[in-house]
C-alpha cells in the first residue's frame, strides 16, 4: 500500500509546525557574504540560498529575502566575498545574524578579523580556510509565476579569486569531508556537516 501523502498548496499555507520547504531543498551550503559600503563601512552575513552556478566562469549566487545591507553594498560597490562556514566557525557565523545597524561591523561582533583580498576591495574572513573573491554579475529581482515581483534578490558574481588553506589540498585535490563544512537544514535551528562517513563514490557511465 502507498504511503499516505501530505499535500499542501504553498499559497494556501502547509498546515505544519514548521514550513518543510527548506527541510526538503537541503542541506544547503551557507553564503557567508563579507561586502563594503561605498562609505566603507565592513559587512558580514549569512545566508541559507545559495549555490554554485556555472563553471566558465565560475559564478555564485545567493538569495537576499528583503532589501538588506549585504545587497546595498554589492549594488554600490560590484564586489563581495564568499566564505567558507565551518564547524569550527559555526558560533562566530551565528554571530553574523545579528540585526544591527548598517555602521556596526559583523567582523567586530563575531571577534573575527577582516583579511585584505587580492583582487577585489572586500575583505575576507581571515579565520576561514576558503574564500571566493567575487565581482558582481547580476542582480535579479524575483518573480511569482503570475509576474509580480517578490521582495527577494538573486545576487550573481564572479570568482575572480580563491584562497584555499593548503592543508585541505591532499594531492592536489581540495579535501571537503577535512575542511569541516557546515549546512543550513530546514528546522529553525538546524545544521549539519560534512565529514568522511558521508562519503562515497560513483564514476559517471562512459
Known amino acids: 500500500m502507498p504511503d499516505a501523502i501530505h499535500f499542501y498548496e504553498p499559497r494556501s499555507g502547509h498546515g505544519l509546525p514548521h ?10 551550503p551557507i553564503g557567508w557574504i563579507s561586502s563594503r559600503s561605498q562609505a566603507g563601512g565592513l559587512n558580514l552575513a549569512p545566508y541559507s540560498f545559495f549555490n554554485a552556478f556555472n563553471y566558465t566562469p565560475p559564478i555564485v549566487g545567493f538569495a537576499s529575502i528583503g ?10 560597490t560590484g564586489e ?17 545574524c545579528a540585526a544591527v545597524p548598517p555602521e556596526v561591523s559583523e ?5 573575527l578579523t577582516p583579511a585584505p583580498s587580492r583582487l577585489v ?5 581571515q579565520e576561514s580556510p576558503v574564500s571566493f ?12 509565476a503570475d509576474g509580480i515581483q517578490v521582495p527577494t534578490w538573486l545576487v550573481l558574481g564572479e570568482v575572480v579569486a580563491v584562497h584555499i588553506a593548503r592543508r585541505l589540498l591532499r ?6 569531508a577535512a575542511a569541516g563544512h557546515i549546512l543550513r537544514g530546514g528546522g529553525p535551528a538546524d545544521y549539519f556537516t560534512v565529514g ?11
Request: charged fraction near 25%; glycine fraction near 6%.
Open 19 to 28: 514550513d518543510p520547504f527548506n527541510a526538503i531543498v537541503g542541506p544547503r
Open 67 to 76: 532589501y538588506k545591507d549585504t545587497l546595498r553594498n554589492i549594488k554600490e
Open 80 to 96: 563581495f566575498v564568499w566564505n567558507l562556514a565551518t564547524r569550527a566557525l559555526a558560533e562566530a557565523m551565528n554571530q553574523t
Open 107 to 111: 567582523f567586530d561582533l563575531a571577534g
Open 121 to 125: 576591495s572586500v575583505p575576507r574572513v
Open 133 to 144: 573573491e567575487c565581482r558582481r554579475t547580476q542582480i535579479v529581482q524575483l518573480q511569482g
Open 171 to 176: 594531492d592536489g585535490i581540495y579535501d571537503t
Open 196 to 206: 568522511p562517513e558521508q562519503l562515497f563514490r560513483m564514476r559517471r557511465p562512459a
